[in-house]
């Protein structure tokens, strides 16, 4: 879809964005671009679980994801870190409809791999009628949460997330926002990302496994069609631009 913009914002981003972010926005909703934000909300699911004295388990940089982890990501995303972008994006006036996955079965999902990750899945269909009618008027903001077809919910990846969605939907453009310029080889950008010099650099441990999810969902959403596919800490910034080839 030419004129659909996804951006994944992650939870620590959320509170970091800057002007430029929110101008950016506002010229693209000007232009009549539709915009879907999908946000993250790692950091703060990750000091809750602390505090409650839950395990905090990752592998390949996914969460495992446990029905008691499960219960405190859906809080966390859906009472914590989606109302505080809603609230940024609305002191800047712009029109803003906060989404999940149980609004219309927006985003359907299946289980990764549950017997190693428990509750995580990903994102197989998306209700385009209905969230194609909001972004005529609104910017949404779109929790990473998939439920199966028999009412389960799932822990999706934010950036899986947003390259499923992307995908599925034909978007133009999708932005992976990082806290980073892009993805760094000894602290030097790189612009252009191949899937083998990528390979390469994450067997050399320099890209570490923090940014591999991201990576992973931006090459699948490369190959499925998207158009631009950036992973960058603004807008306004090309930073890593990935390529087929």
């Given at each position: 879809m030419k004129d659909l913009i996804i951006i994944k914002?992650?939870?620590?981003?959320?509170s970091e964005l800057t002007e430029?972010?929110?101008?950016?926005?506002?010229?693209?909703h000007a232009q009549g671009k539709k915009i879907l934000l999908l946000h993250g909300g790692g950091p703060l699911i990750t000091k809750l679980c602390q505090q409650l004295q839950v395990p905090v388990v990752k592998k390949d940089g996914v969460r495992i994801t446990d029905m008691q982890t499960l219960a405190l990501t859906k809080l966390v995303l859906l009472g914590q870190a989606q109302p505080l972008l809603l609230q940024k994006l609305s002191a800047h006036h712009l029109p803003v409809v906060g989404l999940n996955a149980a609004d219309n079965q927006m985003l359907v999902g299946k289980y990764l791999d549950q017997s190693v990750y428990?509750?995580?899945g990903k994102v197989v269909s998306v209700n385009q009628s209905a969230l194609l009618?909001?972004?005529d008027s609104y910017i949404g903001v779109l929790a990473p949460l998939a439920v199966t077809k028999d009412g389960n919910w799932l822990n999706v990846n934010a950036d899986q997330a947003?390259?499923?969605t992307a995908s599925l939907l034909g978007a133009k453009k999708l932005y992976l926002m990082t806290d980073v310029a892009g993805v760094l080889n000894h602290?030097?950008?790189?612009?252009?990302?191949?899937?083998?010099i990528s390979q390469k650099l994450i067997a050399e441990k320099i890209i570490k496994s923090g940014m591999q999810p991201k990576?992973?969902?931006?090459f699948?959403?490369?190959?499925?069609?998207?158009e631009q596919v950036a992973i960058t800490n603004c807008l306004k910034n090309p930073g890593t631009i990935i390529t087929k080839e």
């Open positions: 914002i992650g939870g620590q981003a959320i430029d972010f929110f101008e950016q926005l506002a010229i693209w428990g509750q995580v009618k909001l972004l947003a390259a499923d602290h030097q950008l790189i612009a252009h990302l191949t899937k083998p990576i992973k969902a931006a699948a959403a490369c190959a499925a069609g998207v």
